[in-house]
């Protein structure tokens, strides 16, 4: 069964440093999503992207995030300059066309010290 | 504003003890309300969607069912295996185009 896969599953990073956080949606799957869950919390979303271009953020996604798909399979998530409060479980998402149903990946740890 | 609110936090069954977790939300114009299953340290896992009042799913020992206000999550007979977070989320016209809102999780326990 195709599923979502993400890597890398966890990442140490200093504070400042740059991340970038890679996922591959379901092949044929065309609406690509970020969700975080910091610890204990809820999922919340980050942003959403169809079409090579961002179709909605939430207010958690600022100028120090990024999303791009650099080619027909990665989707990634870049962090420019890490905070502590950065620290979370990061999920990416994919839907196919005219279906509703998210399916998510596995997770990246990203803790920054 | 959407608002999911899912009760209780934690619950701990007997195996073999039947129950039910409540979602309720408050969402402008409900395009889906989905449940999820979560494993610590793991990403959600797709269990159902509902679009409209009166709509049952059932999956194994798992039933969902939906009203205007609130979902439930039927567990009947649950095994160990059950234990895990269960997430509701709900898509509504304020969502988002796609995007999911989601509740804190009920966290089940089932004992041997």
């Known amino acids: 069964e195709p599923e979502v896969t993400q890597t890398p599953s966890h990442q140490v990073t200093q504070m400042g440093q740059e991340v970038i956080l890679r996922c591959v949606p379901i092949s044929n799957h065309l609406y690509f999503y970020w969700y975080r869950q910091i610890l204990g919390q809820k999922v919340e979303f980050l942003v959403s992207f169809y079409n090579n271009e961002i179709s909605e953020k939430s207010e958690i996604f600022d100028d120090q995030f990024s999303v791009e798909r650099p080619d027909g399979s990665n989707f990634t998530l870049k962090i420019r300059s890490t905070k502590l409060e950065d620290s979370a479980m990061y999920f990416c998402a994919s839907i196919s066309g005219g279906r509703e149903t998210q399916y998510f990946g596995p997770g990246t740890r990203l803790l920054v010290l | 504003e959407d608002q999911v609110t899912q009760s209780p936090e934690a619950l701990r069954l007997q195996e073999g003890e039947s129950s039910s977790l409540n979602c309720s939300y408050t969402v402008s114009g409900l395009r889906g309300l989905f449940w999820y299953r979560q494993d610590p340290g793991k990403g959600p896992e797709f269990l159902f969607t509902?679009?409209?009042a009166g709509e049952e799913k059932e999956k194994e020992r798992l039933k969902a069912t939906l009203t205007k206000k609130e979902s439930f999550l039927h567990i009947t007979a649950p095994k160990p295996e059950d234990s895990a977070t269960y997430l509701c989320?709900?898509?509504?016209?304020?969502?988002?185009?796609?995007?999911?809102?989601f509740g804190t999780g009920t966290r089940l326990t089932v004992i041997p």
């Open positions: 989320a709900v898509r509504g016209l304020q969502t988002g185009a796609n995007n999911l809102f």
């Open positions: 509902l679009y409209s």
